[in-house]
């Protein structure tokens, strides 16, 4: 059997700013213990992308406040009869120690901002072939470095990131758990739905189809318009799609 691919779209801004960092963040994480230069060249780029929306964005305030607002929704269950309270009271705990891990930070990218290394290669990456040897020597220097020093590096400016990665893993998480649904069938490429205070759509859709979605909505409604991939290809009249609400 085929496995399905899922799709995400956010419905507002805050939720679009968070899956754009989840994205940079494990992209991060998944070149970060690997030697070849090209990795180390990959890491550059989306550590530089990261933290163009942190300048960009004041991410720690809007995660401190999507926080507090879900210890709240989380305290709210704590009456609520047949409810789990060990559990309830464990996500409470989880929670609090990522508050007071966010409110302690530093703005999130600061210490990489301020970093002498990461500063003098910065605005090199911005441009195509950049991080060429003659465009940066001291970075040429730095790939050559033993592959153990360039770890070091790379974990401690990794560990900046840690209030950030965890708390905005821990919010998304408990927002994607929400999820309510179930499998829709299509017809002729199209669906809308309401979505009453909704911040995030996920889809689960079989390749087989040829086709993929293109969303458009807001926290109260969507629509998604089934597009094929291969303009040859007709999409189906009538095909099942899962689809959840956050």
Known sequence: MTSLTVYEH???????IYLRLEYLLDQLDEVSGLSAPCHHIQFFRSLFDLLEILEQVPVKADLAKDLDKLK??????SDVPQVDQA???QLLEQLAAHQRSVLQAK???QALREDRFL?????????PGGSCSFDLPIFHYWLHQPLAARQNAIQGWMETLSPLRHALTFWLQ????????GTENVQHGFYQQEADGACLIRL???PDFGVYPLVSGHKNRFAIRFMPFDDDLEVADNMPVHISVC
């Open 174 to 181: 408990l927002t994607r758990e929400s999820a309510h649904g």
């Open 119 to 127: 500063t003098s290669i910065k605005q090199r990456f911005s441009i």
């Open 72 to 77: 709240k929704k989380l305290n709210a269950w």
């Open 87 to 89: 559990q309830l009271n």
């Open 10 to 16: 956010p419905l507002n801004e805050q939720v679009r």
């Open 204 to 206: 689960s859709l079989a």
């Open 107 to 109: 703005r999130f990218g």
